[in-house]
């Protein structure tokens, strides 16, 4: 993946991230309990992207250079 294309793609997740917490703020505040377990498990499943993108992004870069070499030879 392109280095633009991935910071925009972090980019996303972490508005995603940010949409997550201030849901789980309204929630508390209105006290609706059944809407804030839907927002903590959306901030997880955020947050497991996010750390997913992060480190695939470097196993991405390690076999394009795998390729690169293979077709070399």
Do not use: P
């Not at 992004?57 to 077709?71: S, T, V």
Request: hydrophobic fraction near 50%; charge should be positive; proline fraction near 0%.
């Amino acid at each position: 993946m392109k280095k633009d294309n991935r910071r925009l793609e972090r980019a996303g997740w972490v508005l995603f991230t940010l949409c997550a917490i201030f849901y789980i703020a309204a929630n508390i505040r209105v006290g609706d309990w059944l809407s804030l377990l839907g927002s903590i498990f959306f901030l997880l499943a955020c947050l497991v992207f996010f750390l997913t993108l992060n480190n695939g992004g470097k196993q991405d870069d390690a076999d394009a250079n795998a390729d690169a070499d293979a077709h070399r030879r």
